[in-house]
């Protein structure tokens, strides 16, 4: 009984706690910055498409797809589920694009239903976003680098390459993404 008397009586000082907190949380509230705003140009329904390059990164040929990205709640990232048909089928994405404030820069985290998933970083200069992300491919260091260029407020081309343990930086795709909505 003493125990259980313990446990409530810790139960209700940490939910006065919470309250106290929760009560300071909405005047202490951060809103997103102007640097997360910059990420409302993706927010809406796309359609992509290019060519990968054939080569150690994959078999090349055409691609194409949809992509809708969404605010995720708060207003501080911005979610993307895609659609894509390549040479190597069909596939889907979720994409989540964010800003952070301590490296003061922005951060992408992709998955795909064939298995893959990245991590990158970005900076934003003018109207180019310049991505790059490191991992392995094959069981050798890979390290792929990309631009997004905004060529109007509805459309935008990419650029990606990529260097397979150290070698040299090849073109793996290039394309263009259209706003539909």
Known sequence: MRR???????MGVLLALCGAVAAQAPGEASKPGPEVQKLGYFVGSWKFEGEAKPGE?????TFSGEETCEWFAGGFQVVCHSSETSTMGTSKGLSIQAYDPEAKGYT?????SRGENVFGKGQLAGNTMNVSWEGTMGGKPAKIRGAMVQESPTAYTFKMEG???DGPWVVIAEGK?????
């Open 4 to 10: 259980l008397m313990f446990v409530v009586l810790a």
């Open 57 to 61: 990164f994959g078999p090349g040929g």
């Open 108 to 112: 992408f985290y992709m998955i795909n």
């Open 163 to 165: 260097s397979l343990a």
């Open 177 to 181: 993404e259209t706003k539909i909505k």
